[in-house]
């Protein structure tokens, strides 16, 4: 890992964005919360706030960070699922990482619940 043992503690954020494409119908069942595996907008936002908080124990040489704040924004429109994450930390290192965790997360637990369903 990188020492960053001389840098100084800032307020770091980051935001990132990642797209999951599905058929209309697929989608409409989202909406309506038809899934039979579960509420797919919620267990994904779910997925995507651990993910960022052990975003350390997944990526090689990453350094733990102690987040202050994760939210997840799952917005589902005609064609696709948009999935926003914004990670806030007073740290030494960046959050960018745990950011695009996050997104990373969410969307693989979106396709795993929706595929199934969906051969697109």
């Known amino acids: 890992m990188k020492d960053v043992s001389n840098k100084f503690e800032s307020l770091r954020t980051a935001w990132a964005i990642a797209r999951v494409w599905a058929?209309?119908?697929t989608l409409n069942l989202v909406r309506e919360n038809k899934v039979p595996k579960g509420n797919v907008i919620e267990i994904a936002k779910t997925a995507g706030i651990l993910a960022a908080?052990?975003?350390s124990e997944l990526i090689p040489l990453c350094h733990p960070i102690p987040l202050d704040y994760?939210?997840?924004?799952i917005s589902v429109t005609k064609e696709e699922m948009v999935v926003e994450s914004s990670v806030k930390a007073v740290w030494k290192t960046g959050?960018?990482?745990?950011a695009l965790?996050?997104?990373t997360v969410a969307?693989?637990?979106i396709y795993d619940m929706l595929k199934p369903l969906d051969d697109s």
């Open 95 to 98: 959050v960018e990482m745990e």
């Open 70 to 73: 994760v939210e997840m924004e």
């Open 101 to 103: 965790t996050a997104v």
């Open 53 to 55: 908080k052990r975003t």
């Open 23 to 25: 058929k209309p119908e």
């Open 107 to 109: 969307a693989l637990t």
